[in-house]
């Protein structure tokens, strides 16, 4: 484990190979244990997701009933971002209003895993040449459908591609913040699967199995999330964060 050397992933890739030793002792594919250990960080996440989506709904609620005072602090001190900055600070503390975490949570949670198995996948001996289904034969290499020749993509990957697929409609579903610095921040997230889709081409189909269907889970967690609490109301300045 020593490919990362980032504190507490050496820790976590182990405990989560142990924890894949287990799931494929009960299902007897790695594959399979891969996506029973998505849906376990998923259904882990999902609790304080809840509650985060919770929390950025009633702050919703409260920027809705001052937008009023908001556009005519606005309107007022276009010309001096200074003093607009601390205009809107205190109209935020008049309302107790504190911006939630919002989507940032659960990538902050999610990540360590995705480290934690970048790290685990690429050193463990257990997952050289196990297939998963079809095509993909090695959970260690890419899952290559087909043999292309050339020098950096010798062979068609599929998962990647699937996933890119996945991440570019979540991101192009997600409207726009209104305020300019975090619309570009979104604008450059929308476009970030290119640099993904690169970066992890050529590495372990194990690894692109936990992205893909956590990716696929994002979206189911999306639609109930919806249902139960209704739509996401537009906050000014507020950037939902991609989950992996």
Not at 137 to 147: G, I, T, V
Not at 205 to 228: D, H, N, P
Request: charged share 15%; glycine share 6%.
């Amino acid at each position: 484990f020593n490919f990362c050397n980032i504190p507490g992933v050496t820790w976590l890739a182990t405990q989560l190979l142990k924890l894949l030793e287990f799931l494929y002792g009960i299902v007897g594919n790695w594959g399979v244990a891969i996506i029973l250990l998505t849906v376990l960080v998923k259904i882990a996440v999902f609790f304080l997701n809840f509650r985060s989506q919770k929390s950025m709904r009633a702050f919703g609620a409260k920027m809705a009933r001052v937008k009023p005072e908001l556009d005519a602090i606005q309107t007022q001190y276009k010309a001096d971002p200074k003093r607009l900055q601390q205009e809107m600070m205190q109209l935020y503390r008049k309302h107790k209003m504190f911006p939630p975490l919002g989507g940032c949570l659960p990538l902050f949670l999610t990540i360590p895993v995705f480290f934690g198995l970048f790290t685990a996948l690429r050193v463990s001996y257990d997952l050289r040449h196990q297939p998963f289904v079809a095509w993909i034969k090695d959970l260690s290499a890419p899952d290559a459908l087909f043999h292309l020749g050339f020098a950096y993509v010798p062979h068609f990957n599929v998962l990647p591609i699937i996933w890119m697929v996945l991440y570019s409609i979540m991101m192009f579903r997600m409207k726009l913040p209104t305020d300019p610095q975090q619309r570009t921040m979104q604008q450059m997230m929308r476009w970030m699967f290119l640099l993904f889709g690169v970066f992890l081409y050529n590495y372990a189909s194990g690894l692109l199995v936990y992205m893909c269907t956590s990716m696929a889970l994002a979206f189911f967690e999306q639609w109930l999330i919806k249902r139960i609490l209704g739509p996401m109301p537009d906050m000014p300045g507020m950037t939902t964060m991609p989950q992996f």
